[in-house]
Every structure is written in C-alpha cells, then in structure tokens.
C-alpha cells in the first residue's frame, strides 16, 4: 500500500533506485545455488532421481520406473525500511533516499548470497532443515528408499585441505552413484573455502605444480576453480559439482524484493518522515546431496 501523503516522485525515486542496485553479472552464489520460483505458498518438490540404464531386448517389453524424491518447502518473510524526512525532502536532499534504497537493494542481494554459503556450511546440522532423505546434507549414511544400491553413501570427511585428502574425496565423488545404481559422474569443477584457506586452494587449483612433485605433477589445476566465503567455518571446505543440472542449495523464491510499502509520519523528527519498506519472500533449502562434498578437520 502506498499512501496518499507520500509524493508520487519519492516513491518513483524509491522504485527506480532499487531496481537500478548494481547486480554482479554473475553473482558468486550461482556456482552452488539454483533459484525456484514458487507458485504458492507451499510447494512440493519433486525429483524424479536417475534414469534407468538400458536393458537387452528379448521380445518382450520390461517396464523399469524412476525413483521419486519429496520435499516440501516454504518461504520466510524478509523486509528492509528505510526513510528520509520532509526538511530533506524540502532542502533537495533526495539523493540521501537514493543511497537507502541502493542500500537496501545491494542488502536484499548480498543476504540471499550469504544465507546460500552460510546452508552450503551448516549442511551437517539441521539450521536449514534436511535433505530430502530425511538425513542432514552432508552425512555419512545416505540411502535413497527403493534404490538399485546396497550400501549407504557419505559426502561428509574430517580431512583437512590438502593435496592427498583433495584427491581423496574427489575419488569418492566420482565413484557416487545415483539411484539406479549407475554412477553420476558428476562435473566436480569447484572448491569452496573460507579466507583460511585461499592459499592452499589456489595451490590446489591453479598451481599446475601444487604442492606435489615432480613440477606439473597437479592434475586438477586449470579444470578446478575455487570460491572464497567468509562465511565457511575457518576449516571447512566443500567440493562441488557447479555445472550440474542440480545445484547444493535451492533458493525458493515466492516473492522477489520490491517497494511493499510507503507512508508518512507527521510525528517524526525533522518535519516527520517518509518511510520505504521493501519486501522479499524467499528461504533456502538443499538439493541434491551428490552434488557437493565436505571436508572439514
């Protein structure tokens, strides 16, 4: 609701600032994070797991059947207010509102940012709920109900980031398989580290030498890039599949960031104030547990 006492220009300004906040070209949360619009309140996601492999044909037809995934989801209310008053307003003060709202734009975007590393971190508790298999992300004991596998899966160690242990959980990513069975083979291309260990991740990723020897002994440096949180504990790392068709962390998004809001209050300091009151309605959640695998000393 905008109400009447507000002048139209400041709620222009306070629309047209917002949505010209600069936006990285490709925000640092794409590579672990995939956004899902939602169509109501509460939503139901559902996978449909992997594909069946082919089977030899011997004349007759052999129906085989895809393992569904469940998880309902729901989003959380987030809001930003921000205000100029009326002597700024009259004194031509108005680029104070600009600089709020611009504020208030980059905040909406660097938070969805950081609630993404911050679940991608806390995958082995339950500060973002579970996976869909009811176990936290980064776990052990995983098991898909029905699968064509007889044994659990883990995407969880505590090694340190090193060139063997990297090499160690790299080896068991790929030998994951889906729940036919067949292995993913998933595109491990990304590390994920805390300012802790940029050092050792850049050796890791981008010397051709590493830490290894002889010179040019690094099979992953140039097909591995790494990111950089501060919001990763100080020896958490995460390995991740980042071209998957699935990503770690789902970003349900019900409603986007936008102008809710706008009223005055003649009661306020400085000949009352205008207040702007932006509204998001998004949560973050965890996809497929295949995709991204920790280790943690």
Do not use: C
Request: no cysteine.
């Amino acid at each position: 609701m905008i109400s009447g006492n507000v002048p139209g220009h400041l709620v222009v300004s306070a629309r047209t600032g917002f949505l010209t906040t600069a936006l990285p070209p490709v925000p640092a949360y794409a590579a672990i994070a995939q956004e899902l619009t939602m169509s109501a309140k509460n939503i139901e996601m559902v996978d449909l797991g992997g594909a069946p492999m082919p089977l030899r044909n011997r004349g007759r037809m052999q129906i085989q059947d895809f393992i569904e995934k469940r998880m309902t989801v729901q989003p959380l209310d987030w809001d930003i207010t921000v205000f100029i008053s009326h002597n700024a307003v009259q004194d031509d003060q108005t680029g104070e509102l600009d600089r709020k709202v611009r504020s208030a734009g980059d905040n909406f975007q660097r938070h969805i940012a950081q609630q993404a590393f911050q679940a991608l971190n806390d995958g082995d508790g339950s500060n973002y709920g579970l996976a869909y298999d009811g176990l936290s992300f980064f776990n052990d004991s995983h098991v898909d109900k029905g699968a064509a596998y007889t044994s659990v899966q883990d995407n969880k160690d505590a090694l340190a980031l090193d060139a063997t242990n990297f090499n160690t959980v790299y080896v068991k990513a790929q030998k994951t398989r889906d729940d036919q069975g067949q292995f993913t083979q998933y595109n491990y291309n990304l590390l994920v580290v805390p300012p802790d260990l940029a050092k050792v991740a850049f050796q890791l990723t981008q010397v051709p030498g590493g830490s290894e020897t002889p010179a040019n002994a690094n099979p992953f440096a140039g097909r591995i890039n790494y990111v950089v949180s501060p919001l990763l504990d100080s020896t958490a790392w995460v390995l991740v599949a980042s071209d998957s068709p699935t990503k770690p962390i789902v970003i349900a998004m019900r409603e986007r960031p936008n102008l809710q809001s706008a009223w005055f209050d003649p009661e306020a300091p400085d000949g009352g104030r205008y207040y702007f009151k932006f509204y998001a309605r998004y949560n973050h959640f965890y996809g497929d547990w295949r995709t991204a695998y920790m280790g943690n000393s």
